[in-house]
């Protein structure tokens, strides 16, 4: 692979074989290297391609602006955080944290704080993205002797949300305002409070993150609806209190996404809610 830029000793922007530019990470890649000759590949330790020209500025910038050390905290941080999720993370995860590192490491320099006002909310929709962050910050900790406060593990936590989402135009924020509204409607209707340690509420928490996504990717009236529809009259007759929660949330959403929830999505809501308030 031939070497188009050389961004610093230790990574460098190529063209592969489909002529496409990448960048390459690993320990003196771009060391007393010219642009034209080709890459060693045996030094080549990280991938990360490039999907447009706005993101080749991005990453030319990043990798300008962030010191080395925060750069390969970062691609270990990534590296943990793989290893423990099962989805696997989208290309733009490095740029997102390692950007967001540098930038609450000057921050914190800068003696600015700035609290996280969804930190609740990350911690119950997002736990184990938020424990894997809070173990990214005690790495950075014990390895560069750089303690930042809690509140930047939810920050985190976010983007390696925001780096599952297959739809690249969803967001991490927004999806947890969804959920949390959502919520907030069942919370009201029901008039009950929900116990979080509960199997079903973890379990109905799952699904409405799933379930969340697809509403930030757009609405679904075209599709049709594959529910045998006796058993959706039998749920319904079973469950009526909590069939009528399951309407307000359409009506919510159809309101405020333009989204219209099929009766297999009404029926998988209807029964979360069912076994949530048999427990409470």
């Known amino acids: 692979m031939e070497i188009q830029k050389i961004l610093n000793n230790n990574v460098v922007i190529v063209l592969n074989q489909e002529n496409e530019e990448i960048v390459l990470m690993g320990k003196g890649l771009g060391f007393q290297q010219k642009i034209g000759l ?6 080549v330790e990280k991938i990360f391609r490039i999907e447009n020209e706005l993101q080749a500025g991005r990453v030319e910038e990043l990798f300008a602006e962030i010191p080395e050390e925060i750069i390969e905290l970062s691609v270990k941080f990534i590296s943990i955080a793989q290893e423990k999720l099962t989805h696997k993370l989208n290309e733009n995860a490095f740029i997102a944290i390692a ?11 800068q003696g600015i704080e700035v609290k996280n006002f969804l930190m609740w909310d990350i911690k119950r929709f997002y736990p184990k993205e938020f424990e894997i962050s809070k173990k990214g910050l005690d790495y950075l900790n014990e390895h560069a002797g750089i303690f930042l406060p809690e509140d930047e593990a939810g920050y985190l936590a976010l983007h390696l949300v925001n780096a599952q989402i297959c739809d690249n135009q ?4 927004t999806l947890t305002q969804i959920i949390e509204e959502i919520l907030t409607i069942i919370k009201y209707t029901l008039l009950m ?6 199997v079903y509420f973890q379990r109905f ?3 409405l993150k799933f379930f969340s996504e697809m509403v930030l990717k757009g609405n ?17 007759g079973k469950y009526p209190q909590a069939h009528l929660t ?13 989204y219209q929830i099929s009766k297999d999505e009404q029926l998988y809501i209807t029964m979360h809610l069912a076994r949530i308030m048999e427990k409470c």
Request: hydrophobic share 30%; proline share 2%; charged share 35%.
């Open 99 to 109: 950007d967001h590192l540098n930038t609450s490491i000057i921050r914190q320099e």
């Open 205 to 207: 928490i799952t699904h």
């Open 193 to 198: 409070e929900f116990n979080e340690d509960d």
């Open 246 to 258: 399951t309407h307000k949330v359409e009506e919510y959403l159809k309101e405020h996404w333009n």
């Open 170 to 173: 969803s967001n991490a924020v």
């Open 38 to 43: 080709l890459v060693d590949e045996t030094k």
């Open 220 to 236: 679904r009236y075209d599709l049709p609806d594959e529910v045998d529809l006796d058993l959706y009259e039998l749920i319904v």
